[in-house]
């Protein structure tokens, strides 16, 4: 079992960066893939980016390759989302989320409690 704490949310100029932390307050982050989705008030859960246990692949919506990079730093268990050239369609509640398997097919059996990005025009 593992509790995932998300931090680095805020408000933000579009165009701008912002850096989402997921920590792993109890557990090992590295016996799991670590997903980030969003949310919005229209909008079901929706995949943004996962991570392989051992950080050896990472995979992405379409809508933010190139702008958002997700890495993991298992020795801090602590899981990151670089996003970068935020565009307000961004804005949402992220999560971040934690699985095992294989991550082509990955459960995401723990969930944080998200932390709000809000992009501005």
């Known amino acids: 079992q593992v509790y995932l704490v998300e931090s680095g949310g805020g408000l933000v100029q579009a165009g701008g960066s912002l850096r989402l932390s997921c920590a792993a307050s109890?557990?090992?982050?590295?016996?799991?893939?670590i997903g980030w989705f969003r949310h919005t008030p229209t909008a079901a859960r929706d995949f943004v980016a996962s991570?392989?246990?051992?950080?050896?692949?990472?995979y992405y919506t379409e809508s933010v390759k190139g702008r958002f990079t997700v890495s993991r730093d298992n020795a801090k268990n602590t899981a990151y989302l670089e996003m970068s050239g935020l565009e307000p369609e961004d804005a949402a509640v992220y999560f971040c989320?934690?699985?095992?398997?294989?991550?082509?097919?990955?459960?995401?059996?723990?969930w944080g409690q998200g932390t709000q990005v809000t992009v501005s025009t």
């Open positions: 989320a934690a699985g095992g398997g294989r991550i082509a097919n990955v459960r995401w059996d723990y």
């Open positions: 109890q557990g090992t982050l590295a016996d799991y893939n």
């Open positions: 991570i392989t246990r051992i950080g050896d692949s990472a």
